[in-house]
């Protein structure tokens, strides 16, 4: 199947500052891509859809401002959570589906991310 | 609005016993439901997948889940664990195929020698 990369895998960072994560689709192009967050023990709560070229999507109840996303090419989309603090610690996880207009191609999921915000 | 239920957070098995983690949807509209497994470390990969197909569906690793409309389940089994099923399992349903996938809570499979 279709790969899908993120970087950072894990990052530590102080209260208050910014943290960008990439969510990268190696080898077919991502017309939409999808960020997740995930709670322990709980499900994955969709944040944002994000189109090539347009703005992203939000979710009712996710801060537009504090979860900045930026789908900028094919292959390519970022997650920046600015100011960070304590409650946006989470497993942040993206996924990605292929340039098409049919709804039964696949999202395809990446590794996920580990932010600790200290 | 769509949602599932997943009805047991954890599930033990020996080896070489069957397997049966239960999903229950809720849905206004014919839905696609799927099956992922997530393993540490490792992006969430689809098992298999119904979209008002047959209502019995393969998935990978030797997996299948049957929908049942009466009892709007969507149950996913398998003959026989093998070590290297331990993992997380999540139900999930859509609307409109891949476009916006609604998850479970997930069921932790323990699978002992």
């Known amino acids: 199947g279709a790969v899908v990369s993120q970087h950072p895998s894990r990052v530590i960072c102080k209260s208050g500052t910014s943290v960008k994560i990439e969510c990268r689709s190696l080898?077919?192009?991502?017309?939409?891509m999808f960020w997740y967050r995930q709670f322990p023990k709980k499900s994955l709560m969709l944040m944002a859809t994000?189109?090539?070229?347009?703005?992203?999507?939000?979710e009712q109840g996710v801060e537009k401002d504090k979860f900045l996303i930026n789908h900028a090419s094919l292959t390519l989309s970022t997650l920046t959570v600015t100011s960070a603090h304590p409650e946006d610690s989470s497993f942040y996880i993206c996924?990605?589906?292929?340039?098409?207009?049919?709804?039964?191609?696949?999202?395809?999921f990446g590794p996920g991310t580990r932010l600790t915000v200290l | 609005a769509q949602s599932v239920t997943q009805l047991d957070s954890h599930v033990s098995v020996s080896e070489g016993t069957p397997v049966l983690l239960r999903c229950n949807y809720s849905?206004?509209?014919?839905?696609?439901l799927f099956w992922y497994v997530q393993h540490p470390n490792k992006g969430l990969q689809l098992l298999l997948k119904?979209?008002?197909?047959?209502?019995l569906v393969k998935g990978i690793n030797g997996f299948e889940a049957e929908f049942k409309k009466s009892e709007t389940s969507f149950h996913l089994t398998k003959p026989s664990a093998h070590m290297s099923d331990a993992a997380e399992y999540f139900c999930?349903?859509?609307?409109?195929?891949?476009?916006?996938?609604?998850f479970g809570t997930g069921t932790r499979l323990l699978v002992s020698p």
């Open positions: 849905s206004s509209y014919s839905p696609s």
């Open positions: 994000s189109n090539e070229g347009s703005k992203a999507t939000y």
């Open positions: 999930v349903v859509s609307l409109w195929g891949f476009q916006k996938l609604v």
């Open positions: 080898d077919f192009q991502a017309t939409t």
């Open positions: 996924s990605a589906r292929e340039k098409d207009e049919n709804i039964y191609n696949e999202q395809f």
């Open positions: 119904y979209t008002s197909a047959a209502t």
